[in-house]
Structures are given as structure tokens and as C-alpha cells.
């Protein structure tokens, strides 16, 4: 079981670089939104402050590496390099889900990146259907202990699992199980989809069960449809996984339908953000944090220095776009007026 689950992953790392593996017609809906220029902004740039603080640590920008990867030989270097960058950032980091891992403990170290990011805020992650399936609170708990991590990563991807040969299709009654999770857990639970949004229905469930944010990761960016489309050679699946390409909630439109609809609750928006200025909208329509996956993994195929440099240049347009906009801090960022909706 564990070697199959090796090789899924090694084949997500390989499709997701090689593939294009977009949503084919559907936005995030960030074109949407704009800023009000400022031509006077009354602002410096280098005054403008992007720091904020996610369960109890000090971000120098609201970014998160979004779990990415874990479970095959490339991923270790790739979860490495990562790490390594998101610690020189100072910005949060996810891996990928560590069933392999708890499945098979010889494959924890492709995990394990402490040892080069030692105060960087770092999620661990399991797919919350293996609750459906006899994983308990225990088992999360080994999965944040296995990483030293600050926090737990549910992720829910009911559309992946149903195009996918032998997927986990039986999610009935999982809601009570998240809660018992969120209640036996020393550290905070994340909800987070992987790909078609969170509705307000589907965020009334999770605050109820306790979880301390949800990650909206809206559709618009990489389709999960479409990479299972080219793992699978079943024709009947592949037909399936196309008819979805699509599927689901625009990321724009999700973070803010949950905003409105759930204002107290923390959310982090991801779902095809590729900017510095889609990281100012995110923060904008009401998130804490904004995740990335494949800017992030395209860099991490060739180096270090490669993820430091895109986080780099992500957290300059962010910056500018601040600037430009008037706001010197996050704070400001949300402020009425700053952002408007507008037809393309």
C-alpha cells in the first residue's frame, strides 16, 4: 500500500512539472478586483510593514508554501529546499500528506524539515477522509509530532478522490470526527481544500467542529481533475476527470462568500495565486494568510535559491502594490475603498 502511495506521489510531483494542469476555462476571479491607485500615497515604501502573526508566531509577510509534497524520494529535496527558504523569509510552510509516512515510518524524513527550519511556522497534514477510514486523533497527533509542526492541515478533496482509481468516496459523518480532532489536539486545526473552494455551508461544518482557520484554496489554479486525468489510463476515468475540469468555487468568490458569511472565523486564501498583487487581494477579501503551491514547486525542481528568489519577488509586488495603494500595513490593506470590484 505505501509503495503505491510513493508512487502516486512521485507521479503528482512529475505531472504538476510537466503537464499543464490548469483549470481550462475558470478564474480565480481576482481580475475582478482592483486597487485604487494612489498617485499620492503619503507613504514610503521602505515604511510599508508586512508582518503579521499566525497562531502565536511572527511572519515577516503573510505567505504560506502551501503543502506541496512527502512520500518520495524527490520530495525530500524538494520539502528541503522549501523549508530552507520559507526559514531564510520568514514565511509559513505545509507539506504534503503524511499517510504515506505514518503508513510506512521509513518514509517520515521526506517530511521532516526541522533541521533547516527550525522557527519557521510549519503545518503538518492528513486527509481528513482517513478519519472515515479508522485514523483517530492519535494518528494526527503522530503526524505533528512526526514534524515538530505548529499545526494540523485536515485537507478535504471529495471531487480528487472520486475520479481517482480506488479514491475514498465515503465522507459521510466526517464532520463529528473533525470536531473530536480539533478537540483532543494540543495545536490548532486547519481545514483546507486542495482545489474547488470551500462554500459557506461547507465553512459552518468546520467552524462548528472547531477548527481554528480554513484554508478557502479556491479553484483557478492547478485542477487536481487534470492531473488525475493524466495519471489514470482508464477511460472511463479519464472521461470523468475531464468532465470536472471546471468544477468548483472561484478562489475570489469563496474567500469572500465565507468572510461575509463567517466574519470571525481565520482564513488563509489560496487557489492559482501567482502574484505579490493576488496576495494583497487575498489579504483585502478578508484573509490572514495566502498559500502558493506550484510557483513554489517549480522553483524547488532546481534549487533553494530559486524558491528564495520567487518569494522574493512575490514579496516585492506585494510591497508595491501596498505602496501604490496607500495602505502601510496589512490592517490598511482591508480598509473600505482600497480594493473595488470591477467588470474586466
Known amino acids: 500500500m505505501s509503495e503505491r502511495h510513493s508512487q502516486r506521489k512521485a507521479d503528482h510531483i512529475r505531472i504538476n512539472l510537466e503537464q499543464k494542469v490548469s483549470f481550462p476555462n475558470l478564474t480565480t476571479g481576482f481580475e475582478f ?8 500615497p503619503e507613504l514610503d515604501l521602505d515604511a510599508i510593514e508586512t508582518d503579521t502573526t499566525i497562531f502565536g508566531k511572527q511572519l515577516q509577510a503573510p505567505l504560506l508554501i502551501s503543502s506541496m509534497t512527502g512520500g518520495a524520494a524527490e520530495a525530500e529535496h524538494i520539502n528541503l529546499r522549501l523549508a530552507e527558504a520559507a526559514e531564510a523569509a520568514g514565511v509559513a510552510m505545509g507539506v504534503g500528506s503524511q499517510r504515506v509516512a505514518l503508513e510506512s515510518p521509513g518514509q517520515a524524513r521526506s517530511f521532516q524539515v526541522r533541521r533547516v527550519a527550525p522557527s519557521t511556522l510549519l503545518f503538518a497534514n492528513l486527509g481528513a477522509v482517513q478519519l472515515n477510514k479508522g485514523y483517530t486523533a492519535n494518528d494526527c497527533l503522530r503526524a505533528v509530532e512526526m ?13 480528487q478522490e472520486a475520479v481517482q482509481v480506488g479514491g475514498d468516496v465515503h465522507w459521510a459523518g466526517l464532520a463529528k470526527k473533525i470536531e473530536a480532532v480539533c478537540r483532543a489536539l494540543p495545536v490548532p486545526v486547519i481545514a483546507k481544500e486542495v482545489g474547488w473552494g470551500i462554500s459557506p455551508e461547507t465553512a459552518r461544518l468546520l467552524a462548528n467542529a472547531g477548527v481554528a482557520a480554513i484554508d478557502i484554496a479556491g479553484s483557478g489554479g492547478t485542477s487536481w481533475t487534470e492531473v488525475e486525468y493524466h495519471r489514470t489510463t482508464d477511460p472511463l476515468l479519464r472521461r470523468l476527470a475531464r468532465t470536472f475540469a471546471d468544477w468548483g468555487i472561484p478562489t475570489a468568490e469563496s474567500l469572500l462568500l465565507v468572510q461575509e458569511t463567517l466574519p470571525e472565523i481565520t482564513l488563509f486564501a489560496s487557489g492559482g495565486l501567482r502574484t505579490g498583487i493576488d496576495v494583497a487581494k487575498s489579504i483585502a477579501l478578508g484573509a490572514e494568510l495566502a498559500g502558493m503551491a506550484a510557483p513554489f514547486l517549480k522553483a524547488a525542481a532546481r534549487s533553494a535559491e530559486a524558491v528564495a528568489e520567487e518569494l522574493q519577488a512575490i514579496i516585492m509586488e506585494l510591497r508595491v502594490a501596498m505602496f501604490v495603494s496607500g495602505a502601510r500595513d496589512l490592517k490598511a490593506l482591508r480598509e473600505p475603498g482600497r480594493l473595488v470590484r470591477h467588470k474586466p
Open 33 to 40: 478586483f482592483r486597487f485604487a491607485h494612489q498617485a499620492l
Open 147 to 159: 514534524i515538530e509542526a505548529d499545526a494540523l492541515i485536515l485537507h478535504l478533496n471529495p471531487l
